[in-house]
């Protein structure tokens, strides 16, 4: 089993900045892909932003120059810088790890963007 913790949400205004971190129970040397997903009330969840173990990185049009992902292997961890945060950018953030046993969550954080 593989734990994924997320943490880093909350308030913020427009415009503002949020970084999101997401810590694995394993070594991140043994994950292939992580990714960021969002989910907005009455929405499906969404793909935000992922990296592959060689550090290349994909992101969603309505994030990209805005959102950054990056991974730091030594602490086992994924991060996801935000800013110029937008109204629309609400939702429940959720990290997601592709390992060789199997697909994990974590069991997401709120960020909430004021107008």
């Known amino acids: 089993q593989v734990q994924l913790v997320e943490s880093g949400g909350g308030l913020v205004q427009a415009g503002g900045s949020l970084r999101l971190s997401c810590f694995a129970s394993?070594?991140?040397?043994?994950?292939?892909?992580m990714g960021w997903y969002r989910q907005a009330p009455g929405k499906q969840r969404e793909v935000v932003a992922a990296?592959?173990?060689?550090?290349?990185?994909s992101y969603a049009d309505s994030v990209k120059g805005r959102f950054t992902i990056s991974r730091d292997n030594a602490k086992n961890t994924v991060y996801l810088q935000m800013n110029s945060l937008k109204p629309e950018d609400t939702a429940v953030y959720y990290c997601?790890?592709?390992?060789?046993?199997?697909?994990?969550w974590g069991q997401g954080t709120q960020v909430t963007v004021s107008s």
């Open positions: 394993i070594s991140t040397f043994r994950i292939n892909d």
């Open positions: 990296i592959d173990r060689g550090g290349s990185t």
């Open positions: 997601k790890a592709w390992t060789l046993i199997g697909v994990y």
